[in-house]
């Protein structure tokens, strides 16, 4: 079982969902970098439960504890630590699922790979909640990238069906996306976003979830980052979003409508403008080769529906091998893209500051 990733930005995420606390240790942050602790924790309310009556009813403020490596607001050491305090937790509620396993969860994969030693409590280091040591780090690299004149947007693309306006993605609308940040739920569109929440009510008194997709744009971008093959930038960043849990897919441009499309229309022919190489139009998501071209980064994700819903489901007992019924108490979400946002801006954060301290200082 491994918990680390990166290159040169080595990052390590520690803890489980029910335990004290959870956390992050992180290797090659630049020394001497300032962070903004209100931009932090404002980033880290993003992802945080509880934050609106469209999420789970757990809830964690979130609050960053740096116990190493940080002096005030400075990165004073090549390692820092943080750490977040679980607080509000209900470990009875998941005791059932020792023995009766919930669909679509890791309970029995766990259960047969680790023979019950795991913490399970609250899906223990499987839980989402482990994606706020991941938004720490994340928030830190875009502050940076943010000095560098990069930055990291995303909206929900759709929840069940319901879309929200589409990015142009030669010249995405930055500021747009930005709006969405403060929103329960974060789309442009006003009437997406009405449609939605009434969605959102009737899962939810249904006892059930609904599936969504997330779309990260990323602007600022040298032409380089990334390399052919094996460490290719869109596969550092799928790597870290199959990590997350629920994510069930990952585009990038056009994604899957480049089965339908013609060359002639898919290929991104170039072009002279102030100056500037660029290209027409962005089909490949600001990536040829495995390598960044200058154009905006494109990326979406698709989200499944939360697993744990409150109607009841078939299952089994494994100590008794026989079927069984299951309805699962406790705090879910009822779409788990809606948190997922600042998760898909923390990874992508993570991955291009990786391959720029790479470069040793040439982007």
Known sequence: MTSSFGQKLKITIFGHSHGNAIGLVADGFPLGTKI???????????????SSKYTTRRREDDQVEFIAGVEGDRIVANTICAIIKNKDTISSDYESFRDIPRPSHADYVSNIKYQGLLDMRGSGPFSARLTAPLCIGGAIALQILEERGIEVRSHLKQVGGIHDVGIDYVNPDMEGLSSCRQKAIPVIDPDAEEKIKSLL????ANQDSVGGE?????????????????KSFESQIASLVYAVPGSRAISFGRGFEAATM?????????????GKVVTKTNNAGGLVGGITNGMPLIFSVVMKPTASISKEQSSISMRDMKEAKLRIRGRHDPCIALRALPIMEALAALVILDFMEISNGKF
């Not at 997330?214 to 094996?230: A, I, K």
């Open 214 to 230: 997330v779309e990260c744009v990323v602007t600022g971008l040298p032409v380089g980052l990334g390399e052919p093959n094996y």
């Open 262 to 274: 013609l060359g002639s229309d898919h290929n991104d022919e170039f072009q002279i403008l102030d």
């Open 36 to 50: 903004d602790m209100d931009k932090l924790n404002e980033f880290m309310k993003r992802r945080a439960p509880g």
């Open 201 to 204: 009510e009737e899962v939810k």
